[in-house]
């Protein structure tokens, strides 16, 4: 089986850096990815790390250890519109068809 | 273009009483996803689609729930007959063909109360 382990809420202030961190139990997988989710709205796509290392996407950062089973995104320069909650998610490797399976997220609530 | 389009945006039933959710895609995306997002959790695939075939419906509780996607595009998803444990976001996601499904494409979902 597989399992995702993310914080429950972060709390951070604008302007500042926060780190969501995931571990994971898992055989072996594709990827990480992150999602972020706005109270009431879609899950929208933010990066996604095939390889160990660290993505860039402007003030977000995405990094992947399979040797750790961790992972983490980095927001920097953190904006009010920020305040949202944060999925991890990886596609297990098994045979035939492997869904996204999600963690359960992390709500980061960015003040002033 | 034109995102994931889902319809009711909100739905309040009593157990045991029937539900519709709808859903049109991105279009051109071949791939479309159920799921179903219980609060304070992530999303849960219920029903994959590739075109008009299931790919992976392992965890949809098929004694109640349904899917179709007859022609390809829009899909349907049912409840018959709805439970109080059922009240969650079903959401909606697609991507392009050919794509991995690492970067989905989401619908606003529906958010259903079952009383």
């Known amino acids: 089986g597989q399992s995702l382990e993310q914080p429950s809420e972060v709390t951070a202030v604008e302007g500042a850096i926060v780190q969501i961190n995931c571990t994971y139990q898992?055989?072996?997988?594709?990827?990480l990815s992150w999602y972020q989710q706005h109270d009431g709205g879609a899950p929208t796509f933010l990066s996604y790390?095939?390889?160990?290392g660290l993505e860039e996407t402007g003030r977000f950062s995405s990094f992947l250890s399979r040797s750790d089973s961790y992972g983490y995104l980095l927001l920097q320069e953190l904006q009010m519109k920020d305040s949202a909650s944060y999925f991890c998610?990886?596609?297990?490797?098994?045979?035939?068809?492997?869904?996204?399976?999600f963690g359960k997220g992390t709500r980061l609530s960015v003040i002033a | 273009e034109a995102g994931v389009a889902q319809s009711p945006r909100y739905k309040i039933i009593e157990k045991r009483q029937s539900v519709a959710f709808w859903c049109n895609p991105i279009s051109g995306h071949a791939t479309l996803y159920w799921y179903q997002q219980i609060l304070g959790q992530g999303p849960k695939l219920l029903i994959q689609?590739?075109?008009?075939?299931?790919?992976?419906d392992s965890q949809l509780p098929k004694d109640r729930f349904s899917a179709e996607r007859l022609k390809g595009v829009d899909s349907t998803l049912k409840i018959q007959p709805a439970k109080l444990e059922d009240s969650a976001v079903y959401l909606c996601?697609?991507?392009?063909?050919?794509?991995?499904?690492?970067?989905?494409?989401f619908g606003p979902g529906t958010r259903l109360t079952v009383t």
């Open positions: 689609f590739q075109n008009n075939g299931v790919v992976d």
């Open positions: 996601a697609s991507t392009p063909r050919g794509a991995r499904n690492y970067e989905q494409y």
């Open positions: 898992t055989s072996g997988f594709y990827g």
């Open positions: 998610a990886v596609r297990p490797i098994y045979s035939g068809n492997t869904p996204l399976v």
């Open positions: 790390n095939a390889l160990d």
